[in-house]
């Protein structure tokens, strides 16, 4: 576990150096200046980031509302919730952008963040996929957005998911069959639900190939020494982050 963790890089491999891509894990304390403990929030990104050469005043944040807005976001955009939530960008859960040293980031404990990259341009995007975006496709809609914007060719496009709450443990009510019927298990009376299979069956309608999607596997639930988790200990909990940005 602690090997896979090392790097924390969701596109290891995939990535050639040009961009850089990460999430926290619970060793470096809370990163969210909406939830849990605030104090030190500012000093935790400060340390994260500059291991990966990335100035934590620069950071654009969304506000994440579980919502289906993309925003593509460039230089004026930076700093955007850096040091204070109520500056972040409104009434988004996406982030695109083709500009360089503009660090996205997107906060979580147990929904998956997806990161996207077109090599060809270059271009990135992060998203904040929990299952009510997801509900409403918000990975297709930043695919369709890197399309029209930067002309990407989704069949060039890699994805990396971070960690999130898994099927061994992400219990959904009966209601989620009319959401996911394909993504659900049901095991003695209870329905389970595989979001990251959700996001990933997205993308590849969105027309990625499989083979370019990759992801971490871990359950943020399940590993309670690495990982925060909202399911586990309540909204009160800190949040990882998970930062991309074109070197
Ligand atoms: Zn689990």
Redesign the pocket.
């Known amino acids: 576990m602690l090997k896979l963790l090392k790097n924390n890089n969701p596109l290891e491999g995939r990535t050639e150096g040009r961009i850089t891509c990460s999430f926290s894990t619970r060793a470096c304390g809370n990163m969210s200046l909406s939830y849990g403990n605030s104090r030190g929030v500012l000093d935790n990104r400060r340390k994260f980031l500059s291991n990966l050469g990335i100035d934590y005043i620069a950071l654009v944040c969304a506000e994440q509302v579980h919502g289906t807005n993309v925003r593509y976001v460039n230089q004026t955009d930076e700093s955007s919730g850096a040091l204070v939530y109520d500056n972040s960008i409104p009434n988004t859960d996406g982030f695109i952008t083709d500009v360089r040293n503009l660090p996205l980031a997107m906060f979580t404990a147990d929904c998956p963040c997806v990161f996207l990259y077109d090599p060809r341009k270059p271009a990135i995007g992060l998203i904040h996929a929990g299952w009510r975006s997801s509900k409403g496709n918000i990975l297709g809609q930043a695919v369709e957005l890197m399309r029209s914007k930067f002309n990407s060719r989704p069949e060039g496009l890699i994805a990396g998911f971070g960690p999130s ?2 099927s ?2 992400y219990e959904v009510s009966g209601e989620f069959r009319g959401y996911f019927p394909s993504e659900l298990t049901e095991k003695s009376g209870r329905f389970y639900l595989d979001l990251a299979l959700v996001n990933k069956r997205q993308l590849i309608a969105s027309g990625l190939k499989e083979e370019n999607i990759s992801e971490t596997g871990l ?1 943020t ?2 590993d309670s020494e690495d990982f925060f988790s909202f399911r586990r200990e309540g909204k009160d909990t800190g949040r990882s982050l998970s930062v991309i940005m074109i070197k």
């Open positions: 709450i898994r061994c443990c359950c639930h399940c």
